[in-house]
């Protein structure tokens, strides 16, 4: 059997003003999940449109897959039509899928929807007889007996971050905006792999450095634990993202450090209690954001920081509160997003209600444009303010001024350097990209992490002789220079 899997390019990635760099830093880790379970002798190939380009002309497998994010959805369609017309048989699956299925159905022979680890090999199963069934539901969730994932299909020297890794799948949260109820739909929405499949899953990684992409890695206090216990010793380098409830847990932290965490993508999203109260984000409502961040200093820990505007209660003065919040509390980067009611969605439905979205062009729901009416400012307003909001927050001065929040030298430093890396050096990211050579980045970064990542007091997980605030010593040398941002 032939099989060709296609992450069809995302809109904003084909623009001419788009960052490269962006969309070459992590593999297609769902398709190469899901090749896991073909059977050996299958021909397949993974084709990330990102990173290359895809010879559609001169190829007719037995089987398409493709994976539609909701700004690929259009390109993905056009894939799927194109590979139908000349007889191939189409399997559509992934977030969009998900939300708009009916939608996904006018292009795919077979479309699936939530995670795939339960239907697609009932699926292989039922095609291998001839009698595949025109929609799959997913509803048995579990991680266990995951086959390993094909990672020889990926080419690695084209992304940054190789070694992109998911042992959860889902959240134990609820936020409004969040694909996630919609995704999970039809059984569990939070779930771990057994902490041993994942430690080996771990150890089948080369080189030092790993990018946890799981929506939660923090989720559940026992699993992590464990992981991040079974990892100490492992010698890598790793980043993740977590809520400001789980930086603040007593210990969890401190046994992530010592098992060599350096970054921590944070959901702060709003500074207003109103807006986190509507969106159900309760988890961060009474959370001490300040704490949060001298926690993760304080561990060595470089902070990724989420935001969200357009919210109900934010107005025109949001971006520049929002902004100046973020560079005197020393965040090192951030990641700004125009709220984006995705179907689905509670936050959908509410706005659909009420009249407020102003249009169905998926390619613009991309968190970078107004796809609905605020409520206390115009479209127009609250896109100015998002890319104001941006280029505010990476200013040199606003560089330099983060920097100096930080109490202690290497700090300072690390925030500069990891800062203006990012965001001031883009024709030279463009220049690696366009030279195919982003994992050639890799080694440098990993050189960069160990020499000057060296902590003078490394964090140590708290035992019963030794509790969690001494656990941490708060002055420790700053550990990790740079691990590139989230993935948003
Ligand atoms: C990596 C990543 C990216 C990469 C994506 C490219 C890549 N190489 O994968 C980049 C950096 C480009 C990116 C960009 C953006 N992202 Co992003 N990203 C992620 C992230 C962190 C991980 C994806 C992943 O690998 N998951 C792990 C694998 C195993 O799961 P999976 O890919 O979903 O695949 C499984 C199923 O979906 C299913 N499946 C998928 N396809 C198919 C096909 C078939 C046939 C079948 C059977 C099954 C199937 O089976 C797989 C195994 O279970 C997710 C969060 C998350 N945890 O998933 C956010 C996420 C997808 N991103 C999100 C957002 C908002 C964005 C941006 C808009 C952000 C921004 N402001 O720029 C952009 C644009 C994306 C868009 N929606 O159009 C949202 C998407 C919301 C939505 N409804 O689309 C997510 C869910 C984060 C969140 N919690 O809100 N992102
Ligand atoms: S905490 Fe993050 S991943 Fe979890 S439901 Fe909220 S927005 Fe989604």
Same mark, same amino acid.
């Given at each position: 059997m032939r099989v060709t899997m296609v992450l069809p390019a995302l809109t904003e990635a084909t623009?001419?003003?788009?960052?490269?760099i962006k969309y070459s830093l992590f593999p297609p880790l769902g398709l190469a999940t899901l090749a896991?379970?073909?059977?050996? /002798?299958a021909q397949v190939a993974i084709h990330d449109e990102h990173v290359m380009p895809l010879a559609l002309d001169d190829d007719t497998p037995d089987l398409a897959v493709i994976q539609v994010y909701i700004t690929n959805a259009r390109r993905a369609y056009a894939l799927a039509d194109a590979y139908r017309a000349r007889g191939v048989h189409v399997a559509l699956g992934g977030l969009h899928v998900t939300s708009l299925p009916d939608e996904a159905a006018a292009h795919g022979d077979t479309i699936f929807l939530?995670?795939?680890? #339960?239907?697609w090999p009932q699926f292989l199963a039922d095609f291998a007889r001839g009698e595949p069934r025109r929609r799959y539901q997913s509803t048995v969730r579990t991680l266990a007996? $995951?086959?390993?994932?094909?990672? =020889? !299909?990926?080419?690695?020297? $084209?992304? !940054?971050?190789?070694?992109s890794i998911v042992v959860s799948r889902g959240c134990p949260h609820v936020c409004d905006f969040c694909y996630k109820e919609a995704f999970f739909?039809?059984? *569990?929405?939070f779930y771990t792999q057994a902490v041993d499949a994942a430690l080996a899953e771990i150890d089948r990684l080369p080189g030092r450095h790993l990018y946890f992409l =799981?929506?939660? $890695?923090?989720? #559940?206090r026992r699993f992590a634990t464990a992981l991040f216990d079974g990892m100490r010793g492992m010698g890598r380098l790793w980043q993740a993202a977590g809520t400001v409830n789980a930086v603040l847990a007593p210990d969890l932290l401190e046994r992530a450090v010592a098992a060599g965490l350096r970054s921590l993508f944070v959901?702060?999203?709003?500074?207003?209690p109103v807006n986190l109260t509507a969106q159900r984000k309760?988890?961060? !409502? *009474?959370? =001490?954001y300040a704490a949060a961040i001298r926690r993760l200093h304080d561990c060595g820990v470089m902070i990724n920081g989420s935001f969200v505007f357009?919210?109900? /209660?934010? =107005?025109?003065n949001v971006f520049a509160r929002t902004v100046d919040w973020a560079v005197s509390h020393g965040i090192e980067t951030s990641t700004f997003h125009i709220l984006t009611p995705y179907p689905g969605t509670p936050l959908y439905a509410r706005m659909a209600a009420a009249g407020r $979205?102003? +249009?169905?062009?998926?390619?613009?729901? /991309? +968190?970078?444009?107004?796809?609905f009416t605020p409520a206390r400012m115009t479209g127009a307003e609250l896109e100015a303010g998002y890319w104001r909001a941006y280029r505010d927050f990476y200013r040199w001065g606003a560089i330099a001024r983060g920097a100096a929040a930080h109490d202690d030298l290497l700090g300072g430093l690390r925030h500069a350097a990891y800062a203006a890396g990012w965001k001031k050096f883009e024709p030279l990211w463009d220049v690696v990209i366009r030279a195919r050579?982003?994992?050639?980045?890799l080694p440098m970064l990993e050189a960069i992490l160990s020499e000057f990542g060296r902590r003078r007091n490394p964090p140590q997980a708290a035992t019963p002789e030794r509790p969690a605030a001494a656990a941490a010593?708060?002055?420790?040398t700053r550990a990790g220079l740079l691990a590139e941002p989230g993935p948003s």
């Open positions: 623009s001419p003003h788009f960052r490269p896991g379970y073909l059977p050996a /002798d939530g995670p795939g680890e #339960d239907t007996g $995951l086959p390993p994932i094909r990672r =020889d !299909l990926i080419a690695r020297h $084209l992304y !940054l971050v190789p070694n739909t039809g059984g *569990k929405g =799981d929506d939660h $890695l923090f989720g #559940d959901g702060f999203e709003t500074l207003s309760f988890q961060n !409502l *009474k959370r =001490d357009g919210m109900d /209660d934010d =107005d025109s $979205l102003t +249009t169905s062009d998926w390619d613009v729901y /991309d +968190t970078r444009h107004a796809v050579q982003a994992g050639a980045m010593s708060p002055h420790a």
